[in-house]
């Protein structure tokens, strides 16, 4: 197989990676086995942050997570149109399989046993604007995000998860600028909402009143 990409003169490198990887996917999704290799080995390390992210780098079921995003991305690559980021594309499918992956493990086990350490090099979100290291901010997101409208943990996890600007989550989720930048400050809202109602849930996470 030989890929070709028509590049624009006045492009970016980032524009023709992503032609390129646009590229990829869409012959990864005729059958092609060799993009298909391609394609997955370009992604795999976005879809490993993903769902180390929700997770947390050493939960016991990462490795079987990170192999079920993939093959989820392969069987959605079929209807895989190019009107965002493939690797944005693979990135949103990949966080919902850690969401329910994370969701079941919840039904199945304490609380106390779900959550797993995540590495100190991940972003923190700042904006739960307490005194709680990284490792416990992140925790505290994960058990929350669950429970969020989807659209609005797309918007949060690859904000937060991939530490993407608005306009990097607006390409990848194929959603206007204005309307991720809404969906994030309403999970945001959301989640603030829920620390606030649950006095538990606050003095675990030393949110003052």
């Known amino acids: 197989m030989r890929l070709m990409v028509t590049q624009n ?7 023709d990676e992503a032609a390129e990887l646009t590229a ?15 394609f997955l080995d370009r992604v795999w390390p976005t879809l490993t942050r993903v769902v180390q992210g929700v997770l947390g780098s050493h939960h016991p079921e990462v490795d079987d997570v990170i192999q079920q995003s993939l ?7 079929s209807a895989f149109r190019g009107e965002c980021h493939p690797a944005g594309y ?29 590495s100190a090099s991940d972003p923190e979100p700042s904006w739960l604007g307490c005194e709680l290291s990284a490792e416990r901010r992140k925790k505290a997101l994960r058990d929350l995000l669950t429970d969020l409208p989807e659209e609005q943990a797309d918007a949060l996890g690859l904000r937060i998860m991939l530490g993407w600007s608005l306009e990097e989550v607006a390409r990848a989720t194929g959603a206007p600028l204005n309307t991720v930048r809404s969906r994030v400050r309403l999970a945001k809202e959301a989640l603030r909402r829920r620390i606030e109602a649950d006095p538990a849930l606050a003095d675990e996470l030393e949110v003052a009143p």
């Open 9 to 15: 003169p006045g492009s970016t490198p980032a524009e």
């Open 24 to 38: 990829l996917a869409r012959l990864a999704g005729s059958g092609d086995p060799l993009a298909t290799r391609r």
């Open 71 to 77: 093959i989820a991305v392969l069987q959605a690559l």
């Open 90 to 118: 693979a990135s949103r499918i990949a966080l919902h399989v850690a969401l329910r992956a994370r969701r079941n493990a919840a039904m199945r086990r304490a609380r106390s046993e779900t959550l797993a350490q995540i």
